[in-house]
């Protein structure tokens, strides 16, 4: 990573961390300003040109945010249990138990009313169903998402299956579903491939979560940022047409297998303003700043960067630390 960008981004991260305690989000966090005279990334918008409050973004590693509306929360792929699979140790176990680390999410989700989910492997899953109990929040998913909740018993009256092409008001918010793709490993292949279209046994392990098909995600806050959220790094360039975020949250591409990934995304998502890597951390050890970074993954990370730099050099690079505040 560059040494500018990381240090603006530590200055910034100064101004508007999160404050955790043993008991969760200090509340004076939530909604906190960033401090007078530091500089942040992006610009607030002007006092009294959002219907709802104060936006804040924070990022929980791997592809999770929360988003804070006012009083009203979106999480994004919300991921706390962390959970060792091995995956970073080159071993990754197939058998590895879901087991929800519940002082973790219950930390963080104080509440909720909408979870999107851009697929159903366990780093973007497994804590959704406890979420959706735990919050009472609606979960939007894919129909795989919506057999798998049904498999873990929640409500079908909290589970929307959604295909990409919806745009739906929240009053606050709209957010429009993109029907994406899963990124591929160096065989060509997506890991747990597969859909479920009747409701399964309760999932036991990792691989009882399959990929389930991808989503993406476009926030959109009137008076406020358009923010395009990716789980996964790929995407089906057509789908993007017309939809000129913001603010692009970017998963990192691990292989180079997909051809011309940034460049493309770019150009379909007109060059954004902001680009915001995601899913480049350790997500298997606790979610402490800095950031664990695997080495082939800063590697990742920098070439990622880098292209992002040449291809859509207007943009700005926002590497993201945990539980930061960010206002687009
Ligand atoms: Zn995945």
Same mark, same amino acid.
């Given at each position: ?95 590895? @138990? ?29 804590? +959704? ?47 429009? +579903? ?111 700043? @800095? ?38």
């Amino acid at each position: 990573m560059p040494s500018l960008d990381r240090r603006r981004f530590l200055r910034d991260a100064a101004a508007t961390t999160a404050v955790v305690t043993a008991g969760g989000l200090a509340s004076t966090a939530l909604g906190a300003p960033a401090q007078a005279g530091a500089p942040t990334q992006a610009a607030p918008a002007p006092a009294g040109t959002r219907r709802s409050g104060r936006v804040s973004f924070r990022w929980w590693g791997t592809a999770g945010w929360r988003v804070d509306i006012g009083d009203r929360t979106v999480l994004v792929d919300p991921f706390l249990s962390r959970i060792d699979t091995g995956l970073f140790k080159g071993a990754l176990k197939e058998s590895t @138990p879901l087991e929800v680390d519940t002082s973790a999410v219950d930390a963080r989700v104080d509440r909720a009313e909408t979870v999107l989910v851009t697929h159903t492997h366990w780093d973007h899953f497994m804590d +959704v169903p406890y979420i959706a109990e735990r919050t009472g929040a609606r979960v939007f998913g894919t129909l795989t998402a919506y057999h798998l909740g049904l498999a873990y018993g929640v409500p079908s009256a909290q589970l929307s299956a959604v295909k990409g092409g919806e745009v739906m008001d929240f009053g606050d918010y709209t957010v429009e +579903v993109v029907a994406s793709l899963h990124s591929r490993n160096k065989s060509y292949a997506v890991a747990f491939p597969g859909v479920r279209v009747d409701p399964p046994a309760k999932p036991a392990t990792i691989a009882d979560l399959p990929e389930g098909d991808t989503l993406n995600y476009v926030l959109r806050i009137p008076g406020g940022p358009s923010v395009f959220f990716m789980g996964a790094s790929d995407f089906a360039e057509r789908n993007l047409t017309g939809i000129s975020p913001d603010v692009a949250m970017v998963a990192l591409n691990s292989t180079n297998v997909t051809a011309d990934y940034v460049p493309r995304l770019m150009a379909a998502l007109n060059y954004p303003k902001v680009v915001v890597p995601v899913h480049f951390d350790n997500f298997e050890i606790e979610l402490r700043n @800095p950031p664990t970074v695997a080495p082939a993954d800063r590697t990742q990370l920098d070439k990622l960067v880098a292209a992002v730099r040449e291809s859509s050099p207007r943009s700005r690079v926002l590497v993201p630390e945990y539980d930061t505040a960010y206002h687009f």
